[in-house]
């Protein structure tokens, strides 16, 4: 694996384009084993310091938080939406008993008056 990564970075050497001299600075920290891949890896990305980690674990939990909390208010919104809904079913109810009512006591509704 070493030996291919060598012909790789030898190719790119020869190249004369920009990924040329990614290669030359990969293949210059690469010269110095571990420590050279750790660097290049830290670089890149793939190896981040621990302020950094915990900074996202953070935020991370953070955000798990905010969503337990915005989700039990939704839930608070849907139970309170139901009772709403069934008081209105109970007030239509209510208005159309009453107007049967006093349709049977011979009562019309007013309709000269303008709401």
Do not use: C
């Not at 012909?7 to 020869?14: D, R, S």
Request: no cysteine.
């Amino acid at each position: 694996m070493v030996p291919d990564l060598f012909a790789v970075l030898a190719a790119a050497e020869t190249a004369t384009d920009t990924p040329a001299d990614i290669a030359k600075m990969i293949g210059g920290f690469a010269q110095y084993g571990v420590l050279g891949v750790v660097v290049v890896l830290f670089l890149t990305g793939l190896i981040v310091s621990r302020s950094t980690y915990l900074a996202v674990a953070t935020d991370r939990d953070n955000w798990r938080d905010a969503h337990a909390k915005e989700s039990e208010a939704h839930q608070a919104t849907r139970v309170s939406l139901a009772k709403a809904e069934e008081r209105a079913d109970i007030a239509v109810e209510q208005g159309r008993t009453l107007n049967a009512l006093l349709s049977e006591l011979g009562h019309r509704p007013d309709t000269t008056r303008s709401v």
